[in-house]
């Protein structure tokens, strides 16, 4: 087992592109697009291995985009445990105003992930042998999944004599904070 484990339960295929000037109800020609791996556990594996790191990325992921995701993860060579969401893995964009030199990001919503789904990923980790050193999550919630989520992957990577680190908002990393992470 790598030293770091990351976890990104909303993942995102991200899409770039760029435009003379973003205007209202305008049909506007875009660049090519450039497609990355996204998502805040994610970016921390793709970082942690460019680094040298021995990492390994969870993701819940479905979908083409889910399999988007995969493959540019894998080009990177980035050691990735894929956990098959029954939704389409959610997409973003951003759009770059070359005139203004102004980036424009649009974040989508994740799809609902069902508590199975979820569970699973709990369960799954939870049955690492040996356990990561390093447990880090980062990045919202999707839908469907419970705000005690990382509190409880807290408890998981304590009882396990793992540490965790988390980047995460409201009332999500409330409860981890209370868990003690």
Same mark, same amino acid.
């Given at each position: ?37 996204? =998502? ?12 040298? #790191? ?8 479905? =979908? ?8 540019? @993860? ?19 964009? #951003?759009?770059?105003? *070359? *005139? ?7 974040? @989508? ?42 509190? *409880?992957?807290?408890? @998981? ?5 793992? *540490? ?12 981890? @904070?209370?868990?003690?992470?």
């Amino acid at each position: 087992m790598p030293t770091f484990l990351t976890l990104t339960p909303n993942p995102a295929l991200d899409l770039a592109t760029d435009t003379e000037q973003v205007v209202p109800t305008h049909k506007l020609r875009c660049g090519a697009v450039q497609r990355y791996p996204g =998502g805040g556990g994610v970016n921390v594996a793709r970082m942690l291995h460019r680094l040298g #790191s021995g990492v390994q990325a969870w993701v819940l992921a479905g =979908g083409v985009a889910g399999a988007q995701l995969r493959n540019l @993860l894998a080009a990177e060579g980035v050691d990735t445990q894929c956990l098959t969401i029954a939704g389409d893995t959610r997409e973003n964009l #951003s759009v770059l105003d *070359r *005139r203004h030199a102004q980036e424009y990001r649009f974040v @989508l919503p994740g799809p609902t992930l069902q508590a199975g789904e979820w569970q699973t990923c709990l369960d799954r980790v939870a049955a690492l042998a040996p356990p990561p050193r390093w447990w880090v999550a980062s990045g919202s919630l999707p839908p469907g999944v419970p705000q005690d989520f990382y509190a *409880r992957l807290a408890r @998981l990577a304590h009882a396990r004599g793992s *540490r965790m680190a988390l980047d995460s908002s409201g009332p999500a990393l409330a409860a981890a @904070l209370h868990a003690g992470v």
